[in-house]
């Protein structure tokens, strides 16, 4: 097993939106077994909590957007299941168990598919794209792996 900082993480709704969830602390597990299952633990304050409640409707199967190491790096998506919430003194401790759904090769083809939904075409997209390339904003993989 190999264990990494949980930098930052989102939950994906299920219209497809971005919800962001402040980490206090962060913990990722690749546990490099045969189904290619991660763990992954965030610290969160009540409000992030309430938000987190909000934003997954109450369900335990959650498509999430996260960090790993640095901030400039990459998010990576998950399908995961919610193990176990638990309270800790004024924090919230929330335990997810899930597999990557797409990675680094796949962000520039969402990051294109992104911005010609946003109408861009022509040297306006080409100079948005290598931009945004570089900056690496995060976008939602949900859409694409819904297809």
């Given at each position: 097993m190999k264990s990494f900082k949980l930098v930052s993480l989102q939950v994906v709704t299920s219209e497809e939106e971005l919800v962001d969830i402040e980490l206090t602390e962060g913990l990722i597990i690749n546990k490099e077994d045969e189904q290619n299952r991660w763990l992954l633990e965030g610290f969160i304050n009540k409000e992030n909590y309430d938000l987190l409640l909000q934003a997954t409707q109450g369900k335990y199967h959650v498509r999430i957007q996260v960090v790993i190491t640095k901030k400039e790096n990459t998010p990576a998506t998950f399908d995961t299941e919610i193990l176990t919430i638990k309270q800790v003194d004024q924090y919230y401790s929330v335990l997810f168990e899930g597999c990557i759904v797409s990675n680094q090769a796949e962000y520039a083809g969402l990051l294109l598919e992104d911005l010609i939904t946003k109408g861009l075409d022509g040297d306006h997209l080409?100079?948005?794209?290598?931009?945004?390339?570089?900056?690496?904003?995060?976008?939602?993989?949900?859409?694409k792996n819904h297809m």
């Amino acid at each position: 097993m190999k264990s990494f900082k949980l930098v930052s993480l989102q939950v994906v709704t299920s219209e497809e939106e971005l919800v962001d969830i402040e980490l206090t602390e962060g913990l990722i597990i690749n546990k490099e077994d045969e189904q290619n299952r991660w763990l992954l633990e965030g610290f969160i304050n009540k409000e992030n909590y309430d938000l987190l409640l909000q934003a997954t409707q109450g369900k335990y199967h959650v498509r999430i957007q996260v960090v790993i190491t640095k901030k400039e790096n990459t998010p990576a998506t998950f399908d995961t299941e919610i193990l176990t919430i638990k309270q800790v003194d004024q924090y919230y401790s929330v335990l997810f168990e899930g597999c990557i759904v797409s990675n680094q090769a796949e962000y520039a083809g969402l990051l294109l598919e992104d911005l010609i939904t946003k109408g861009l075409d022509g040297d306006h997209l080409i100079g948005e794209f290598k931009e945004k390339l570089q900056l690496r904003p995060r976008i939602s993989a949900a859409k694409k792996n819904h297809m």
